[in-house]
């Protein structure tokens, strides 16, 4: 009579999009710290200093 509700399936997409949107964030972290010009990477390197 009732179906049983099989979660497995619909919720395998949950870890695969975690992953994907950390590892986005991680390559836009990436390549803007690359992007950087070299006196303001100088400003960053002294900044715990200052």
Known sequence: MFRRVSYEDA???VPMLAFA????IYG????RS?????????????????
């Open 28 to 31: 836009m972290v990436l390549l």
């Open 11 to 13: 919720l395998l997409w």
């Open 34 to 50: 690359m992007a950087l010009r070299p006196e303001r990477l100088r400003k960053m390197k002294n900044l715990p200093l200052e």
């Open 21 to 24: 949107v950390s590892a986005f």
